[in-house]
């Protein structure tokens, strides 16, 4: 049983940067369906906690250049300034558009509350629900894709973008749970399929993060680039000796409020290490408690929030998973550990979410603007699905203007790819690509791929999922062994220097005809997008 349907844009994703896209194309006037492999509210958007960092002019001495500047030094040199100058302008108008859709921040409304995360030198992270500001994202989105009738495929995984002899985007075939195939003739697609959590054992993100967007962006012909750079936050909840998947996050907006980082043995984890101590950007405390935990022979550090005045009231969903685990927020340190948390690469766009392959474009987690470089600061990526999202629309309602290429049916079947083992995988990846890398680890964990790899047809969404990791797993392992060097998340112990031969260069990957991975190199100001 198979069908198939039409539209002039199909959107894979409904978080942030799905929604945002899809909405402003529908009323845009294009015909727009949006899939999305599980219920719509899944994804990383409903779980964000800390905040949209965005300058709207009304904080005494922050600026749109000092935003900037802080994106600059969190990012280790491989920013791209003028795409995330232009992304971080343009936050003002997306924030605002945001509300207009029906978001409520914490704060009057003339003037909304601020938090300070990790990197930034000002209070300029709005927020909502205290630390819920994802879940008011995605309700408030949600909540106009219903009014304004959006169509929604929730339950469909998106299997491959079907591409004519010319290279060019026709359409997307996707799969429901029992395996049912569907096809969406269009000449344009956006890809929004979020993060890569899923390639390590613990992670912050959500069951979906399973890196389909970059398999599926390589499969038809664009380029990844920076894949290399994966975040690990450095306070997830250690919930238990034997857990993995989905770590609820203990926000960074916490430290901005004053807590603080011990080690089991009661010295502070960051005292010496860098100026902004607790506050440092993530890769530098991630990496600083990696290093605590290793040398005590410890599973966790202690974060605590005890100082914190009316912590459990103000931090509702930090407070919930400590109390689930018998911790009290207010009373109590909390138990914390890095956990693999966002992808600063992906797949290279330019700030409307121009991938280069005529038809595809890719916004939120999924793409590399340059925004985020070798690592993110703290709340810029809802505010990039936001702004990014939104200028793709735009971009394709003008591409589409003119007058309209019919999607000739393309006949596909979906090629054997090879297959790993979920497990194996995310074992791997977690011993040899987590925080601190080294040439013979990387090697051992693409061996180790490969071994628990079968080429087959994926079916199912889980076996769609499989095959994606393994894709994703070997780009990035291909980009990490190949940066010789330390910046930003990427940690190797055989080269703990930044080399300047890299100071401006992004890894960039591609994918042959005959299913290799290419690793290369560009120009990080660039992007690399024609
Ligand atoms: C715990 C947590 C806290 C965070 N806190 C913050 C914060 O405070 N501030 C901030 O700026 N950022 C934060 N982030 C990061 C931010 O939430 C994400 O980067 C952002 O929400 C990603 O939005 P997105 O639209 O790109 O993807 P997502 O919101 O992850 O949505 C991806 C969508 O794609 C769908 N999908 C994936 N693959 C397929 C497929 N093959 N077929 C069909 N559908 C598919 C998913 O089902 C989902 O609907 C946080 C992330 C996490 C996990």
Not at 65 to 81: K, P, Q, W
Not at 161 to 168: E, F, I, M, N, R
Not at 182 to 200: H, M
Not at 247 to 272: H, W, Y
């Amino acid at each position: 049983m198979s069908w198939e349907t039409s539209a002039d844009l199909v959107v894979v994703g409904s978080g942030v940067a799905g929604l945002t896209a899809a909405l402003a194309a529908r009323r845009a006037g294009l015909r727009v369906v949006v899939v999305t492999k599980d219920v719509p509210e899944e994804g990383s958007t409903r779980w964000a906690q800390g905040g949209i960092a965005v300058v709207l002019g009304d904080v005494t001495g922050d600026t749109v250049g000092a935003h900037l500047g802080d994106t600059v030094a969190a990012g280790g040199g491989l920013v791209d300034a003028v795409a995330a100058g232009a992304i971080l302008r343009a936050g003002p108008a997306a924030v605002a558009a945001l509300r207009a859709e029906g978001a409520v921040f914490d704060g009057a409304p003339e003037r909304l509350a601020r938090g300070r995360e990790g990197g930034h030198s000002a209070y300029r992270v709005v927020h909502a629900g205290g630390d819920a500001t994802g879940a008011e994202v995605e309700r408030a989105l949600l909540a106009a894709a219903r009014r304004e009738e959006l169509t929604v495929l929730a339950g469909h995984a998106a299997v491959a973008v079907l591409t004519g002899a010319d290279g060019s985007v026709r359409g997307l075939e996707v799969r429901d749970a029992d395996g049912t195939a569907g096809r969406l003739a269009a000449p344009a697609v956006l890809l929004a399929t979020g993060g890569v959590g899923g390639l390590y054992e613990t992670t912050t993100n959500p069951a979906v993060a399973t890196a389909d967007g970059w398999a599926l962006a390589l499969r038809a012909g664009a380029t990844l680039a920076d894949v290399e750079f994966v975040q690990f936050h450095p306070t997830a909840l250690f919930t238990g000796r034997s857990s993995t998947g989905r770590a609820p996050l203990v926000t960074e907006a916490l430290r901005g409020e004053g807590a603080v980082l011990r080690d089991t043995a009661g010295a502070s984890v960051t005292a010496g290490v860098h100026p902004l101590g607790d506050l440092a950007p993530r890769d530098v405390v991630a990496a600083a408690i990696t290093r605590r935990i290793s040398e005590l022979g410890a599973e966790h550090v202690w974060l605590d929030a005890t100082g914190v005045p009316d912590v459990a009231a103000r931090f509702p969903t930090v407070a919930g998973a400590c109390a689930a685990i018998g911790v009290d927020l207010a009373a109590d340190p909390v138990p914390v550990r890095p956990a693999a948390h966002y992808s600063c690469g992906g797949v290279v766009t330019d700030t409307r979410g121009c991938t280069g392959v005529p038809g595809l474009w890719a916004a939120g987690e999924v793409a590399r603007t340059g925004l985020h470089g070798a690592n993110r600061l703290a709340s810029n990526s809802l505010l990039e699905g936001l702004v990014v999202g939104g200028r793709a629309a735009e971009d394709i309602t003008a591409a589409l203007a003119g007058p309209r290429r019919l999607a000739a049916a393309v006949e596909t079947a979906t090629a054997p790819v090879p297959v790993a083992d979920r497990r194996v995988l995310q074992g791997a990846m977690t011993r040899g690509a987590g925080i601190g890398r080294d040439a013979a680890g990387l090697a051992a964990a693409s061996d180790a791929v490969e071994a628990a790899s079968a080429v087959r047809v994926p079916r199912t969404r889980a076996q769609v999922e499989d095959a994606n990791l393994t894709l994703a797993a070997h780009a990035l392992l291909a980009a990490a062994g190949s940066r010789t060097e330390t910046r930003g998340c990427h940690v190797r112990h055989d080269h703990p220097a930044t080399d300047d031969h890299w100071q401006r260069a992004s890894s960039t990957v591609v994918l042959d005809g005959d299913g290799r991975l290419h690793v290369g190199t560009t120009d990080a100001r660039h992007g690399g997008v024609a």
